[in-house]
């Protein structure tokens, strides 16, 4: 054989692994929560720190405490504006009946409740992926017109009144009424975003207003005895160049499962060097009425796309519900990973899909996977958001 062909033949062998979808092909055991697994297959892909950059369920906190005293790595906001703290609770508000604890903002009017991690870790990838559970309760009926909602974000500063917060990526949801200057979209007689992404304050908002999520359903895809999954995952790209990405999933399972609300590729999130770098529970509240409350739970917070979860259909982009896993080793080779199962929300005995995601977000076909005894019984009782 010719050296120039069998270089090409190599070449192309090469290419085509490097390349390849991650598969999963055992497994070390039954899945029981907290236990740790061994998922063996090919083409995982790297994963140079194994473990989340956080992974936050709250359970070893303690109830009563604030969330700053109770975790070092978050910082809340101290002074005469945002001097008001998220708490650990372990109420009934909880979302499955392996949690015990969650944090909440309290009942509140409108007020601004916050905490952060600064420098979590994304500067040195250039990538994010934030993954947690929400659960809003919306107060009385008849809102104020002008009402906001501000929630979760990723930024490059914690000030929320300064230019220099920018770029930012966050769930925020916002509405206003129909008026002759309003720049976005009206749907019916208000407008509505699940999500902002600016590069800049100055027309740097990656998403059109003519292109915000034309979505009907808020507040009402938050309302219900449910708890909402958001999971947002970015690539920062580089400095003046549209070579970034940004995609987010909502999931909402009791109602129809998954939905990839956003996705945008070809943009440009970076005007100078500043990367984001900060994870902010921006919890503003407000809506005119009175009552309202906001629980999170499970942070999951990373600087790679690689990860592993488990779902409720063989192909991942079909599930209903996904719960992330934390792994604790995954080999050079990308042929093996170590990982603290999750079990969340799923009940035992009944069948589900293990899925590797590599570091591009390219998810393994899902493999069959069951949880031991023991387990999710029910899901856990929770109250009507619209009382």
């Known amino acids: 054989m010719k050296p120039i062909l069998l270089s090409f033949i190599?070449?192309?062998f090469l290419l085509e692994a490097a390349f390849a979808d991650p598969v999963v092909s055992s497994l070390s055991d039954n899945l029981t929560h907290n236990s740790l697994i061994t998922i063996t297959g090919s083409d995982f892909g790297e994963k140079t720190t194994a473990a989340p950059l956080h992974f936050d369920n709250f359970e070893n906190c303690t109830a009563g405490q604030t969330l700053g005293d109770s975790l070092a790595h978050w910082t809340e906001r101290d002074g005469p504006t945002y001097d008001q703290e998220l708490d650990i609770t372990d109420n009934s508000i909880q979302r499955h009946n392996l949690s015990v604890k969650c944090i909440t903002t309290g009942s509140l009017d409108i007020a601004s409740k916050e905490a952060w991690i600064n420098n979590v870790g994304f500067a040195s990838t250039g990538k994010c992926y934030l993954n947690y559970w929400i659960r809003i309760k919306w107060g009385e009926k008849g809102m104020n017109p002008y009402w906001q909602i501000k929630g979760v974000e990723m930024a490059v500063s914690t000030n929320p009144n300064a230019s220099d917060v920018f770029p930012m990526i966050g769930l925020l949801h916002w509405t206003y009424p129909n008026s002759s200057n309003q720049a976005f979209p009206a749907i019916g007689t208000k407008t509505y975003s699940y999500y902002q992404t600016y590069r800049n304050p100055s027309g740097g908002d990656i998403l059109a207003h003519s292109n915000y999520c034309d979505v009907s359903q808020i507040p009402g895809d938050f309302i219900g005895p449910i708890w909402v999954n958001v999971s947002?995952?970015?690539?920062?790209?580089?400095?003046?160049?549209t070579d970034a990405k940004a995609y987010y999933w909502l999931q909402k399972p009791s109602e129809g499962g998954i939905i990839k609300n956003f996705s945008k590729t070809g943009i440009n999130l970076r005007d100078d060097a500043d990367y984001i770098h900060n994870v902010h529970i921006h919890d503003y509240v407000g809506t005119g009425a009175t009552g309202q409350q906001l629980w999170y739970d499970d942070f999951y917070i990373d600087n790679s796309w690689a990860r592993v979860e488990i779902g409720d259909n063989a192909s991942y982009d079909s599930c209903s519900l996904r719960e992330i896993q934390i792994p604790t080793a995954w080999s050079s080779?990308?042929?093996?990973?170590?990982?603290?199962?999750?079990?969340g929300s799923f009940p035992t005995g009944e069948a589900y899909y293990l899925f590797v995601v590599d570091a591009k977000g390219v998810a393994s076909a899902g493999y069959p996977v069951s949880f031991a005894a023991g387990g999710v019984e029910k899901p856990s009782t929770v109250l009507d958001f619209r009382q």
């Open 333 to 343: 080779g990308g042929t093996s990973i170590t990982a603290t199962v999750n079990q």
């Open 232 to 241: 947002i995952a970015v690539d920062q790209g580089s400095i003046g160049a």
């Open 10 to 12: 190599i070449f192309m």
